[in-house]
């Protein structure tokens, strides 16, 4: 089993910056890959950025502004948002699959974080 907690959300202006942070915990063959999504109210979950034995991935909307590493000593996970804007409000969650599939489709991963809440205010 596989536990993960998520915290560093909260509410910013347009412009400003969080880092997010998830510990996990348990089986590490099956947090092989750690990823980011996030799912704003009345639309689908998204995902935002994964990483994979230093490898990253980022979606297209968030390229250039936030940044996904990992820190294997403390078993942590962050996610770096700069330039925030008001459509990257969401619930953010952590993800973790082991590494036969790597995608940021959010139905292949098996275990999640509770979420932290992001709010951008223009």
């Known amino acids: 089993q596989v536990q993960l907690v998520e915290s560093g959300g909260g509410s910013v202006q347009a412009g400003g910056s969080l880092r997010l942070s998830c510990v996990g915990s348990?089986?590490?063959?099956?947090?092989?890959?750690m990823a980011w999504f996030r799912q704003a109210p009345g639309k689908e979950r998204e995902g935002v950025a994964l990483?994979?034995?230093?490898?990253?991935s980022y979606t297209d909307s968030v390229k250039g502004r936030f940044t996904i590493s990992q820190d294997s000593a403390k078993n942590t996970v962050y996610l770096q948002m700069n330039n925030l804007k008001p459509e990257d409000t969401a619930m953010y969650y952590c993800?973790?699959?082991?590494?036969?599939?790597?995608?940021?489709?959010?139905?292949?991963?098996?275990?999640w974080g509770q979420g932290t809440q992001v709010t951008v205010s223009s």
């Open positions: 348990g089986d590490t063959y099956n947090r092989g890959v």
């Open positions: 993800a973790a699959r082991n590494r036969f599939i790597i995608s940021l489709n959010a139905r292949l991963y098996n275990y």
């Open positions: 990483i994979y034995s230093g490898t990253t």
